[in-house]
């Protein structure tokens, strides 16, 4: 199965058509896993219906039509004449648009090194008109002037629906591509990373001045992530190192790709943070600040006067929680500070937010748009801030498919945490493959299932010596907190043993429901 991007069509189910929807199916479903599938992607300034990239195949971009044979009134070199219940309609012929959607991606690569040697890109590449509700007979059928559809578009340049099956979709690509490059070879993981880097800019963190090579190419799994989390708020949870801030970004840069008018905040805690999260997105539109900053600069253009702050401890503390965010609320409340001014606000650092934070980011975000994104480390709220998500509004109830990779009750911090990270995210996939396959779509652990882990970790934790350490590490800096060793300490090859023997016997502890 391949990996695609999109994940699924469902957030896109008004721009889809029912023949993009059945090649989605089978480019997913009968491709190799190392293959990848680029649904609707601009490429300047087109968006070709599908691109696919594959090590041992290269480069191959589809369009896709619905059209019905008998639909089809003219074929030229220019254009394409079609019947329609309102009457005719001209459309430009398909095989030049994907062409030219072809020629203008292959430009893009061939200005990296690494996927150019003499002007010439690395792998073969090519392109075709896939035409699913089309038979093999009908695109070969005479015309009544006498050339076939086939003929007309192109020999060899057709796929038809029952090119789509699992046994003939990977062969019939492989013909879309010239023999001379086919011949040029397979394409290695960095190369393939380069070509994801160039098809999408959002997932290219760390340029250097030139840009011609990459510092990081953001994982598979968080470039799907950041483009598929769908409208509304969401909730991000993760341990430092697992990759929030950069499925931050990359969601920052897939929201000005899709709404470039939009006004977008991307607020955090602390000024390392701000600064770096402002040079890597790196847009105008887009603005960066802390939390404090932010209130300042709107408060300011409110013409309201904010006291100075007390010296440190806790009077410092309540200004900015208490003092700070009620005059903001109050310059909402009389209008001095405009509401619903942003259509997208992104939160880093969210555990070091207070509630009347979030209270104050909600009134600046635009309801129509209400597009609300936080990432967070519970395990490193060092402020102790609790929050309410519903009492604050935020629609995050239950936390059903909320999957926290390495997070507390895992071995985590406690092995090797690239490891950790990697034996988390395949269950992860393997529990989405197995839902998909069983037609379900919401999983959440038991109550029950929970503490009885939560009890074991506990346990184990406390035969060794963390439990007794007098640490932060077990909350022993926060008085009347139960002392928890939070990592499993029991070692990854138990801890293994335990999640599969929960997978074995069907997702043991989990309500899983369609």
Not at 418 to 437: G, L
């Amino acid at each position: 199965m391949a990996s695609t991007v999109p994940e699924t069509l469902d957030s896109l189910d008004s721009r889809v058509t029912p023949g993009e929807r059945r090649v989605f199916v089978a480019l997913r479903d009968h491709l190799p896993e190392d293959y990848l599938v680029y649904y609707d992607i601009p490429v300047d300034g087109r968006h070709p219906d599908f691109i696919i990239v594959g090590p041992d195949l290269g480069l191959v971009v589809l369009e896709v039509k619905d059209w019905r044979l008998k639909s089809i009134l003219e074929v030229t070199a220019d254009r394409i004449r079609l019947r329609q219940a309102k009457g005719e309609l001209d459309l430009g012929n398909p095989v030049r648009q994907v062409r030219d959607y072809l020629l203008r991606t292959v430009d893009a690569l061939k200005k990296r090194p690494r996927l150019c040697a003499d002007n010439q890109l690395g792998c073969g590449w090519g392109a075709g008109v896939v035409l699913p509700y089309v038979t093999p007979g009908e695109i070969r059928q005479p015309s009544l002037v006498g050339p076939s559809l086939e003929e007309a578009l192109g020999p060899g340049l057709v796929l038809t629906g029952a090119d789509l099956a699992a046994e003939t979709l990977l062969p019939r690509l492989r013909k879309l591509i010239p023999a001379r490059g086919a011949a040029r070879g397979s394409l290695d993981a960095e190369q393939v990373d380069e070509i994801r880097s160039v098809l999408h800019p959002e997932i290219r963190i760390g340029w250097g001045a030139t840009g011609e090579e990459i510092v990081r190419v953001m994982d598979l799994e968080q470039e799907r992530l950041a483009r598929t989390l769908g409208d509304g708020h969401r909730l991000l949870r993760g341990v430092a190192g697992s990759g929030k801030t950069i499925v931050l970004i990359c969601r920052v840069r897939h929201l000005l790709a899709q709404h470039p008018d939009w006004r977008i905040l991307v607020v955090c805690y602390n000024r390392v943070l701000a600064g770096f999260l402002h040079r890597t997105i790196g847009d105008k539109r887009v603005e960066v600040s802390t939390f404090d900053a932010w209130c300042r600069q709107q408060l300011r253009a409110a013409n309201v006067d904010v006291p100075e702050p007390p010296g440190r401890g806790q009077q410092w503390d309540d200004f900015w929680v208490e003092t700070v965010p009620k005059l903001l609320s109050q310059a909402f409340d009389e209008g001095r500070v405009p509401t619903g001014a942003y259509q997208a606000i992104l939160v880093d650092e969210g555990q070091d937010f207070a509630d009347t934070w979030y209270r104050v980011l909600l009134r600046a975000l635009d309801p129509e748009a209400n597009r609300l994104f936080i990432a967070l480390d519970s395990s490193q709220n060092i402020y102790r801030r609790r929050i309410s998500w519903r009492s604050l509004g935020i629609q995050i109830a239950g936390f059903p498919n909320l999957f926290t990779i390495t997070g507390p009750g895992s071995p985590s911090v406690l092995m090797n945490m690239p490891v950790a990270i990697e034996y988390h995210v395949n269950w992860v996939a393997d529990c989405i493959e197995h839902m998909r396959k069983t037609g379900r779509s919401r999983i959440e652990a038991t109550a029950a299932a929970q503490a009885a882990w939560g009890e074991h970790v506990a346990e184990v934790g406390a035969m060794s010596l963390f439990g007794k350490a007098n640490s932060w590490y077990v909350g022993a800096n926060i008085p009347g907190k139960p002392r928890v060793v939070m990592p499993y300490a029991g070692g990854q090859p138990l801890y293994r043993e335990r999640v599969e023997a929960v997978t074995s016997a069907g997702y043991e502890g989990f309500e899983v429901s369609g």
